[in-house]
C-alpha cells in the first residue's frame, strides 16, 4: 500500500530531507532483497509460510523479538 511505501522511504530518509537519494535508495533495495530472501528460502516452494518459518526469517532479518509475544499475535 501506499502508506507502507511511504513509511519504508522515512525508514531510509537518513538525512530526513524528505526526498530519497540514490543511495538511501540503495540502502533500502538491500533491505527488501534480505527480506526477500529470508522468506522464500524457509517457503521451500510449498506457497505458504508457518509460524516458525515466519519468527525465523524476521530473526534472520534482524529482528530481536519474544518469542512468546510473536506467537499469541500468530495466534489472534
Do not use: W
Not at 533500502?28 to 509460510?49: C, I, M, P, T, W
Not at 518459518?53 to 534482524?62: C, M, P, T
Amino acid at each position: 500500500s501506499l502508506s507502507v511505501v511511504q513509511q519504508m522511504i522515512r525508514m531510509y530518509d537518513f538525512d530526513r530531507n524528505g526526498t530519497m537519494s540514490f543511495e538511501e535508495f540503495v540502502e533500502l533495495n538491500k533491505f527488501l532483497l534480505k527480506v526477500q530472501h529470508a522468506f522464500s528460502d524457509l517457503e521451500r516452494g510449498r506457497g505458504y509460510l508457518v509460524p516458525d518459518n515466519v519468527y525465523e526469517a524476521l530473526v534472520k532479518i534482524g529482528f530481536s523479538l519474544d518469542s512468546p509475544a510473536f506467537y499469541t499475535v500468530c495466534e489472534s
